[in-house]
């Protein structure tokens, strides 16, 4: 009797857990506080089917309290048989019926919100001068990072996205090696990322990300890609558009710049030696680079996607990244570089910035 009232009360206490800690995610990265004309309308719709599982549990409920207390035998007594209903052509069609008309009742304006997130023509749109007139952004997944290109801007990014507020902002999806998946909870639903064919979507981002922790939203990788498929994290950082352009302007600046191998500083000179062949520190230029491109490594909040963005972090990561992110391509890499070369580069790739 006490075991049983003790399972009772524990699963009672988390009922009510579920209940209340469900609302308790940052906005960030949760999806209970969507961001953006995308985010809200998929959570309107998840809250709308919701409504209608509340509804047919609730009706079931009662029917069954109902019958359960009307047809008790300590009132009807032991003999009492309830009236038999099988074979009954009219509930027949009543259980049959109701079900088609919640599902189409949830179908009707899940369809609608399917195709309408799945329009993409405006992608394509240009201006009389032969210009794009939306932001399209070229995402492809890594193991275990992400690089965006923006096209029509020529620049190339990794780890942290840069977008507008209140526009649509258009993707193309694609993977490098094995199947990914692109999520911004906070933002929209997720969309997988694959090698054989490019997908694509759009999101809007509704407010400016600064005000929340660490001034980004959180990104992840939703599809189990890999044994560090669960650190395969990317922020974003959402802007204005007049500070858009800025941070456009100031990657575009950076078209030319290298590492030299003749620098008198030893960060610099061991970065070209050692690093230079898969890391860009030019955000003008193609995509496609072994490593993530490194221009703003200085402005990200991050180091690796999951590290405090410190130099003693990164010099963690270059001393052994295999400890961090299993089966990443980096591992091996830079086991020859003395300890003085490694504290170096690291204050070089943090001194990487293009915000003043």
Not at 2 to 19: E, H, I, P
Not at 217 to 239: N, T
Not at 325 to 338: F, I, Q, R, V
């Amino acid at each position: 009797m006490m075991k049983g009232l003790k399972k009772w009360r524990l699963f009672s206490l988390l009922a009510v857990m579920t209940v209340f800690l469900s609302a308790c995610g940052e906005e960030y990265i949760t999806t209970l506080k969507p961001t953006g004309a995308v985010g809200k309308e998929q959570f309107n719709l998840l809250l709308f089917s919701i409504a209608i599982m509340a509804l047919v549990t609730i009706v079931v409920s009662v029917l069954y309290l109902y019958a359960f207390m009307k047809a008790r035998r300590s009132k009807l007594g032991e003999d009492y048989m309830p009236k038999q209903v099988e074979g009954s052509h009219t509930l027949e069609v009543i259980w049959t019926v109701i079900p088609i008309v919640l599902l189409l009742i949830l179908a009707v304006p899940t369809l609608i919100s399917t195709y309408k997130l799945a329009d993409v023509k405006a992608m394509d749109e240009v201006d009389e001068e032969g210009n794009k007139t939306a932001l399209t952004v070229n995402v492809t997944a890594k193991l275990y990072w992400w690089e965006f290109e923006y096209p029509e801007q020529g620049i190339v990014t990794a780890q942290e996205l840069v977008v507008p507020t209140d526009e649509k902002v258009y993707f193309n999806l694609k993977a490098a090696d094995v199947k990914h998946s692109f999520w911004i909870p906070a933002v929209g639903g997720k969309m997988d990322t694959n090698v054989e064919n490019v997908n694509k979507f759009y999101l809007e981002f509704g407010k400016e990300s600064e005000g929340l922790k660490d001034g980004v939203f959180y990104g992840k990788c939703a599809e189990l890609c890999g044994p560090s498929h669960a650190l395969m994290d990317f922020k974003v950082k959402v802007l204005d558009r007049t500070e858009f352009d800025s941070w456009v302007a100031a990657m575009q600046a950076t078209e030319g710049a290298t590492a030299s191998a003749e620098s008198a500083d030893l960060g610099e000179q061991t970065f070209a030696n050692s690093c230079l062949m898969c890391h860009a520190v030019s955000g003008v230029g193609a995509s496609g680079a072994m490593g993530p491109n490194l221009t703003t490594f200085g402005d990200r909040n991050r180091v690796a996607g999951v590290l405090e963005h410190s130099k003693e972090s990164l010099e963690e990561w270059v001393s052994d990244p295999e400890s961090i992110k299993p089966g990443n391509l980096m591992t091996g890499k830079y086991g020859e570089l003395s300890d003085e070369e490694i504290s170096a580069v690291a204050d070089y790739i943090m001194g990487l910035s293009i915000e003043e």
